[in-house]
Structure formats: structure tokens, C-alpha cells
């Protein structure tokens, strides 16, 4: 399969990766079924890809959650290494076209005092509902290379969702 078609598979094909990159073989290793799955727990396990309801959490508190995939997605691709190409191609590409946008811009806002306005704290919420979709996206693409069988991002009852009849 072609990173091409495996980024369509996931209706990820918005991100913007030079053509030979595309047409190259995907080819997961060990180290990126491994390096995929440590970055999958951390997702499922984060505001990034969990709903927050309006009347919980805080807003600095989610951003910098977000802010952390940094940080986590690059010891993950230093501890994995060379040998932990396909991760990384993907890591790299979310990260700087998916979650630097949003914590570039909110981090300045909230610099800026943004998050003592309801107006904005509800911008923020919507906006993170978006980055939220996406992300849950990158964590399913991550359960695939790392060989997940059962998708644990569904393992939840959604809030809003009825409860067994």
C-alpha cells in the first residue's frame, strides 16, 4: 500500500506531503507498530481526543494537554529512532499541520487573557472539538500501524448517547 492510499483510508488526505512521499511504500516496522502504540495511549488517554463538557475543565488546561503532544511525540520518535520512519513521517506531519495551528494561536490568545471571556472560552471549546475529530483520526491511524485489534477509541459511551435499553 502507498502512503497515499493509507492516508485516504483515514480521510487524512488534507495534510499536505510532497508527492514522493505519497508514492512511497508504507511499510511499518516493529519500532513503529511500538513507537505507534505508545503515541495511541497517549491520545486516548488526553483532552485531545476525549470531550470535554462545557461546564468542566479549563481551557489552559486542555491547551497545554494539547501543548504536550510535543514533547511526548518527540521522545517517542528519539526513543524509536531511525528505524521508526513511518511513525515518524506521520507524527512529524499532524504535529506541525494539525496541532501547531491551533496551540500557536491560543497560546498567544491566551497570553492575551482570552480565556477569562465566555466568548472566547466557547471559541476555544468549538475550535477544540474540531482538532479533537482530526486527532481521533491520527489515534485510529496509529491503532492501525500498531497492529490494534479492537478500536479503543470507541471503548466509551459518549456522553450524550443512551445507556443499555
Do not use: C
Request: charged share 30%; no cysteine; proline share 6%.
Amino acid at each position: 500500500m502507498k502512503w497515499r492510499d493509507w492516508l485516504a483510508n483515514w480521510g487524512m488526505s488534507s495534510l499536505r506531503i510532497s508527492t514522493p512521499f505519497l508514492d512511497m511504500e508504507f511499510k511499518p516496522r516493529d519500532e513503529d507498530r511500538k513507537a505507534a502504540w505508545e503515541l495511541y495511549i497517549e491520545l486516548l488517554t488526553r483532552v485531545a481526543t476525549q470531550p470535554l463538557a462545557q461546564e468542566h475543565g479549563d481551557e489552559k488546561t486542555a491547551l497545554d494537554s494539547i501543548h504536550a503532544l510535543f514533547p511526548t511525540s518527540r521522545e517517542t520518535i528519539k526513543k524509536y529512532g531511525p528505524r521508526s520512519r513511518e511513525f515518524t513521517k506521520i507524527a512529524i506531519v499532524v504535529l506541525n499541520q494539525v496541532v501547531r495551528p491551533f496551540t500557536a494561536k491560543w497560546h498567544r490568545l491566551s497570553l492575551q487573557g482570552a480565556f477569562n471571556e465566555p466568548i472566547r472560552r466557547t471559541e476555544f471549546r468549538q475550535e477544540l472539538a474540531g482538532l479533537q475529530e482530526t486527532l481521533l483520526r491520527y489515534t485510529q491511524m496509529l491503532g492501525n500501524m500498531a497492529g490494534v485489534e479492537e478500536d479503543l477509541t470507541r471503548i466509551e459511551e459518549l456522553p450524550d448517547s443512551p445507556g443499555p435499553s
